[in-house]
């Protein structure tokens, strides 16, 4: 009888995780094959086979396979199993790695398995697991703290710390903080979520930082296992600096929150003759609305531009503001004018023909006096 086989082999990248089997997807059943007891051999006893095209342990071609799949593989534990870890593991499930998880005030273990996804309670335990990769995916706000009470000494000094936070020099200078020196550190800004990324990450850009990487082969290509992750599924890759990413970031993304936020609490309501701007207005303020009020003031406290930024924001406003009302303005008090009577229309006219002289005057002698004997009638006009 042939040994059953319920090895559940995924595929390593490069292949895109829309190709591969879904994490969720339950291990199908390999096919049962009964042979009846034939009547012309009634000796024989009934044969079951219960698999067909087991992979064997002397099947080269599956052991080779197997061998690449874990060669490629990480040991991924993220620390932090909320909404974007989440929808980070079922990509890096797809392809193919261990994901292990832990988070530090709800119980995340059905979302995990859902997942395929091993989810740990305690971190002690997590850490004795010896992962390749300690993925940070806790809220800004948050990860200090959480840094802070980590049982790093349970971890192998050679492992590599990855941050997804959305800010950069703020847990870049956390980590050099408080990890070993021994520990790699990559910080990395995924720019993109669940909404935005939920159908593909192709051109997608994904920054990273190699903040400290010893020079060692294995960590290099670690590190470069990681980042293919991100590469293999089609995102832009942007190796930047922090500091460059928050100066970046201000101007664009916590400005996309700010005017998202802003709309969301105008009020835009679905039209029936709306434009394809007024379209895409509609989904920033989807985009926006799912994320927590937290991160969106995480991007504004832990970012030293973001002030600046808001600043401008504000200004430019006052300024369509002023635009507007000023042209208004000048139509309204025209109006007035002539409005008035004959007389005060004269008055007024005379006087602002006047004001006008002396400036052309100002104008055509850089600001000095007049020459006496010219009449300002011929000498401004
Ligand atoms: P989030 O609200 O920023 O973070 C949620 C996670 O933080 C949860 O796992 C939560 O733990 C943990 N957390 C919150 N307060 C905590 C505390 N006091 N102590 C310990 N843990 C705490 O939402 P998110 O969208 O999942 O984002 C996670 C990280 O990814 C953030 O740093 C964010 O900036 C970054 N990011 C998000 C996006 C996005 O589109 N959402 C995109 C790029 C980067 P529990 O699981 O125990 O509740």
Redesign the pocket.
């Known amino acids: 009888m042939l040994p059953s086989s319920t090895a559940h082999c995924r595929l390593a990248p490069p292949f895109p995780s829309r190709l591969l089997p879904s994490a969720s997807e339950p291990l199908r059943r390999r096919p049962l094959i009964l042979l009846r007891r034939s009547s012309s051999y009634p000796d024989r006893r009934r044969l079951l086979v219960r698999a067909i095209d087991a992979a064997q342990p002397y099947d080269l071609e599956a052991s080779l396979a197997l061998r690449h799949l874990r060669s490629n593989s990480l040991k991924i534990a993220v620390i ?6 989440q929808f980070l593991a079922k990509t890096f499930v797809a392809h193919g790695h261990d994901v292990l998880a832990h ?4 119980d ?1 273990s059905s979302a995990a398995a859902y997942l395929g996804v091993q989810y740990f309670p305690d971190p002690n335990d997590l850490f004795e697991q010896h992962p390749d990769v300690v993925l940070l ?7 200090p ?2 840094l802070s009470v980590l049982p790093l000494h349970r971890l192998r000094r050679s492992t590599l710390f990855v941050d ?4 950069k020099e703020f847990p870049k200078h956390l980590m050099l903080k408080y990890l070993p020196r021994e520990f790699d550190i990559l910080c990395t ?7 935005s990324g939920k159908d593909s990450w192709v051109g997608l850009n994904f920054m990273y930082d190699k903040v400290r990487l010893w020079e060692e082969d294995e960590r290099i290509e670690r590190c470069e296992k990681f980042l293919n992750i991100f590469s293999a599924e089609g995102c832009r890759m942007v190796e930047m600096s922090c500091a460059d990413h928050d100066k970046y970031a201000a101007g664009s993304q916590f400005i996309t929150h700010t005017v998202g936020r802003v709309l969301e609490k105008f009020g835009l309501e679905e039209s029936p003759i709306g434009t394809k701007g007024y379209e895409k207005l509609i989904d920033l303020v989807e985009n926006t609305k799912g ?2 009020f ?2 969106y003031y ?1 991007l504004f406290l832990y970012n030293k531009n973001a002030m600046e930024q808001l600043e401008r924001l504000d200004l430019a406003f006052e300024s369509v503001k002023k635009a507007l009302f000023g042209r208004l303005h000048e139509i309204y008090r025209e109006q007035l004018l002539e409005d008035a009577g004959d007389g005060i229309r004269r008055t007024m006219h005379r006087a602002e023909q006047n004001r006008r002289r002396e400036v052309a005057q100002k104008l055509l002698h850089n600001g000095g006096q007049t020459p006496p004997n010219q009449s300002s009638e011929t000498k401004a006009w």
């Open positions: 932090g199993f909320g909404n974007f870890a988070s530090m005030q709800s995340r995916s806790t809220s800004i706000l948050s990860t703290q959480v997804v936070l959305s800010v800004h995924p720019m993109f979520g669940p909404e994320d927590s937290e991160l995480g």
